[in-house]
């Protein structure tokens, strides 16, 4: 299954500001989906992102908050957009091969103040 | 879409017993429904899964089964240790598109 590196592990931030998370697969996959959780809360897809078309968003979700790079095959980043303490979660970067499984990164932990 | 309802949301068990956790589907059309393990500070790792064609899957000490009339799959863990401790998420998806997660259970494996 694919490795992903996401970074960074967690961070704290001052809200009005934005963070940029990186996620870096070992293999080229097609699909890379982004998650949100909330503490102690389940997983929330944020939005699917393809190599060469724009992210698609999940209800809830607008790009002017959550914009996605998808350059390619390989690499995506969302970034989190003028941050309140709501947007305070982890998110997860997450990679699928259709029937052969979903692998997701060890996640961003992201605390706003 | 499809709505995944997740029993119960904390299991506690003594070390050596077994641990059933549920999950129930909406959809019809979903035909892919795996587990993840979330340990404290790290990402969701796929444990098991099972597909639409297949009633049950064992791995080692644990187990999915599938009942699709029912439109509800489990996860079975034996002889529980205390490094099982974690939340457990199922999920369920057509094959290729996105998941439906439950809401996890939190799983204390008292030694």
């Known amino acids: 299954s694919a490795v992903i590196s996401q970074k960074p592990s967690r961070d704290i931030c001052q809200r009005g500001t934005s963070l940029t998370i990186q996620c870096q697969v070992d293999?080229?996959?097609?699909?890379m989906f982004w998650y949100r959780q909330q503490p102690g809360q389940s997983l929330t897809l944020i939005a699917t992102a393809n190599q060469g078309s724009e992210a698609t968003y999940e209800s809830g979700f607008v790009i002017d908050k959550f914009p996605i790079s998808r350059p390619n095959l390989t690499f995506s980043t969302l970034t989190v957009s003028n941050m309140s303490p709501e947007d305070s979660s982890i998110y997860l970067c997450?990679?699928?091969?259709?029937?052969?499984?979903?692998?997701f990164g060890s996640g961003t932990r992201l605390t706003v103040v | 879409g499809e709505n995944v309802e997740q029993h119960p949301s904390t299991l506690s068990v003594q070390e050596g017993d077994s641990a059933v956790i549920k999950c129930t589907y909406s959809d019809s059309a979903s035909n892919y429904f795996p587990w993840y393990k979330q340990e404290l500070g790290k990402g969701p790792q796929l444990i098991i899964d099972i597909r639409s064609n297949v009633g049950e899957k064992k791995d080692q000490r644990i187990a999915v089964t599938l009942n699709k009339t029912a439109k509800h799959f489990s996860l079975h863990i034996t002889e529980t240790q205390p490094e099982d401790s974690a939340v457990y998420f199922c999920a369920a998806s057509q094959e290729g598109n996105q998941f439906y997660f439950g809401t996890g259970t939190s799983l204390t494996v008292i030694p």
């Open positions: 997450s990679v699928g091969v259709p029937y052969y499984g979903y692998t």
């Open positions: 293999s080229q996959v097609t699909m």
